[in-house]
Structure formats: structure tokens, C-alpha cells
Nanobody, 130 residues
């Protein structure tokens, strides 16, 4: 498995921005897809963004489309999630994930996407106040 370490979470007011980072190390050759998931208290885990770094294809959950941007720096083995126009409903623990998949990138977001990833970070809290 790949070791993933997230950073960049915090508290922000509605309408603000945050950028999450996730550094991957160990066995990075074994993955070809990376994503961001989130889980709010009492709610299921949701895949919000995914990327195939090799070709740059991306997908987003409808709830974040147009506000969040996922990107990957191959040289630094770092995944990013730029979050703009944050809303209180974006409050959750955000997790970085990695895996190996042949699924279409749109299948890598949503409530059931987690099964396609096998490495997970420890999570970082994002809190958006109104």
C-alpha cells in the first residue's frame, strides 16, 4: 500500500477557500488513481473528486462541481484539492485515497467509489462556519 499524509485542513467562513495537500510515499508505482473523500458526522463517506494522474482526467461529485479542483504534481507525488466558495455543508473530515483501477473516472466519485481505492490517509478536518 501507499502511505498518504494529508495537510491543509482548518476552519474557514462560508465563501472562503482552503487547499488540501496529500503527499504519497512508498509503493507509489502500484497506484494509478487518486481521490479525495469526505465524511461528515452521521453521513456515509463520499468521494468528491478523483484524478488519473497519467492523463489528467478528473471527475467531481455534483455537490462540489465548479467549486473544487483536484490536481496532482507528479514530480512531488502530491495530490491537491483546491476548495473555493466553501459552504457549511462542506464540513467533514477529508481523506486522501489511492488505488489501481480501470474504471472510468466518473465511477471514482460518489457514495460507492471507496471500494476502488485501497490506500487511505489519516484524514484532515475541514470546518466551514456560516
Amino acid at each position: 500500500q501507499v502511505r498518504l499524509v494529508e495537510s491543509g485542513g482548518g476552519s474557514v467562513q462560508a465563501g472562503g477557500s482552503l487547499r488540501l495537500s496529500c503527499v504519497a510515499s512508498a509503493n507509489t508505482f502500484s497506484v494509478n488513481v487518486m481521490g479525495w473523500f469526505r465524511q461528515a458526522p452521521g453521513k456515509p463517506r463520499e468521494g468528491v473528486a478523483a484524478i488519473y494522474p497519467a492523463d489528467g482526467s478528473t471527475a467531481y461529485a455534483d455537490s462540489v462541481k465548479g467549486r473544487f479542483t483536484i490536481s496532482h504534481d507528479n514530480a512531488k507525488n502530491t495530490l491537491y484539492l483546491q476548495m473555493n466558495y466553501l459552504k457549511p455543508e462542506d464540513t467533514a473530515i477529508y481523506y486522501c485515497a489511492a488505488g489501481y483501477s480501470w474504471a472510468h473516472v466518473t465511477e471514482l466519485v460518489g457514495l460507492h467509489a471507496g471500494t476502488k481505492f485501497n490506500s487511505w490517509g489519516q484524514g484532515t478536518q475541514v470546518t466551514v462556519s456560516s
